[in-house]
């Protein structure tokens, strides 16, 4: 695949505590956020549009980010390890012009952290350039790519999505659109995408809609993003959410709606992005993320009742919980645990001096609220356990008397093979221990999750759709290729240049 007129730059690899703050983030004890689209078409600052929109969908992926645009005969693209402000000032978005842009932020879920994998990618076929956007996992790429290689294709990443443009290069279809549906038919797994043409742009979901996408209006223009939040900001209507198995096609400012893709009997849409991935100022499906965490703590205080002086969150990922289950309990919340929101990955961790200094460097705790209270601690999810450990400890520390921690989803017991950065089922803590064990190891006096039926409950009284709850059931709704073992290419570690100042 040839790419688009694109800025790269090769550069030497990151430094050695560069890698080892990286490693360290892989390893804490969260679910990495997966990746963030957004496009928009038919807007004389597309460019600009788009790198507010990848503004609003950051914390979906803090990797790399990337704008492609096009004027109706060209694209030119703008792809950078790092965060979008960082990456994105007036010059360079000065430079991206046309009327129509799509953009991604990233973390990888597919393929290593390098530039060849940020998106969007890239190319030039003979149908003219196109650029794609993708928000998802294939299960069955790995079986693809070893296809295509066979048929003489030559990749320029380890990404999964690459493989959706080689099979829309080689379709025999003769339009776009229809080329895209050929080659969106042969994949397996999760995909919200958008691709940008030369003069349109095309946004779909697969059939079971495991990831959102959401269309709106903005002066005229069609926009679709991962989440409402990115519409908010930029004062764009919300219109409708893009169906499972839907395929939209926007050319020349209409929209027409394709249903190629039969959806499948009952939706599968991931529950992890109401319980975590989400902004909780975004609307997934008719339904805010906000509202239904703190029907999670609502329904967590049902279950696991028990008799404190005060509940605190682990911020921010168990606010909304913390607040749904202090409200059906009667029971004082209060934020004694202060997040440092300004921590960067690249600090430099000391060796021995200051002990639980990566926990410390995140939250601080409160004393004075604290001393020889009854906490009720409630986060979103335990996945390694390795930071819950060091803040148990730090509240007994500041003088709290009992620590209960309180968990509003079910234990992490397996991988997502959707589109969510994971590890792997032997570092989740429980798929390998007991609750009790859990409880002793992170040293809380007791230790409660939700319920798998609780949240089941919950999904399908206050959503009315199907989840995916895999990494919690282990029934995942798409079989997985046995062998899904990343390709290996021989690659540069490419990063832009040091950004340039905003």
Not at 4 to 19: G, H, M, Q, T, V
Not at 161 to 190: M, T, Y
Not at 288 to 314: C, H, Q, W
Not at 364 to 385: H, M, P, Q, Y
Request: with cysteine; net charge negative; charged share 25%.
């Amino acid at each position: 695949m040839t790419d688009c007129d694109a800025e790269i730059r090769f550069k030497l690899p990151l430094s050695p505590e560069e890698e080892s703050a990286l490693a360290q983030e892989r390893e804490d004890d969260h679910f990495h956020d997966e990746c963030g689209v957004f496009g928009i078409h038919g807007h004389e600052e597309a460019a600009h549009i788009t790198y507010l929109g990848l503004y609003a969908l950051q914390h979906r992926g803090q990797e790399s980010c990337g704008i492609v645009a096009s004027n109706g005969r060209e694209h030119t693209a703008h792809r950078a390890m790092g965060l979008v402000a960082d990456t994105f000032g007036s010059k360079t978005l000065s430079r991206l012009k046309g009327r129509h842009a799509i953009g991604h932020v990233r973390y990888s879920t597919a393929g290593e952290s390098l530039l060849r994998n940020a998106q969007p990618i890239c190319a030039n076929t003979d149908g003219g350039p196109v650029a794609i956007a993708h928000n998802g996992n294939l299960v069955n790429a790995v079986a693809i790519r070893r296809e295509l290689e066979g048929r003489g294709a030559i990749f320029g990443s380890t990404s999964d999505s690459e493989a959706i443009l080689h099979l829309l290069a080689r379709s025999r279809e003769q339009s776009i659109e229809d080329r895209f549906i050929d080659a969106i038919s042969r994949v397996k797994g999760a995909f919200s995408l958008v691709l940008l043409t030369d003069d349109g742009m095309i946004a779909a979901r697969d059939p079971s809609g495991f990831r959102p996408l959401s269309l709106g209006r903005l002066d005229g223009a069609w926009v679709v993003a991962s989440e409402t939040c990115a519409l908010d900001l930029i004062g764009a209507k919300f219109e409708r959410d893009v169906d499972p198995g839907e395929v939209v096609v926007i050319r020349r400012g209409r929209l027409r709606s394709l249903r190629p893709m039969a959806r499948v009997e009952g939706e599968r849409f991931c529950i992890f992005e109401y319980i975590y991935f989400a902004r909780p100022d975004s609307n997934l499906m008719n339904h805010n993320v906000y509202a239904f965490r703190k029907e999670l703590g609502r329904t967590l205080a049902r279950e696991s009742p028990i008799a404190a002086d005060m509940v605190v969150p682990v911020l921010d990922s168990g606010t909304a919980a913390a607040l749904g289950y202090a409200e059906e309990e009667g029971i004082p919340y209060e934020t004694a645990l202060i997040r440092n929101h300004y921590v960067r990955r690249t600090f430099i961790e000391p060796a021995q001096s200051i002990r639980n200094f990566g926990v410390k460097v995140k939250h601080n705790a409160i004393r004075s609220f604290l001393e020889g209270k009854r906490i009720v601690l409630v986060d979103d999810s335990i996945v390694r356990g390795t930071t819950l450990v060091k803040i148990v400890a730090m509240l007994r520390s500041a003088g709290a008397r009992e620590v209960h921690v309180r968990i509003s989803s079910p234990p992490s017991i397996g991988p997502c093979h959707y589109g969510i950065d994971t590890p792997t089922q032997e570092e989740l803590i429980a798929s390998n221990h007991s609750r009790e064990q859990i409880q002793e190891i992170i040293g809380a006096d007791s230790l409660s999750y939700l319920s798998l039926t609780g949240l089941r409950r919950s999904a399908e009284h206050e959503l009315k759709r199907g989840i995916c709850d895999g990494c919690f059931s282990g029934e995942y709704p798409i079989p997985v290729d046995i062998d899904r073992e990343a390709p290996q290419l021989s690659l540069f570690r490419a990063i832009e240049d040091e950004p340039e100042p905003s």
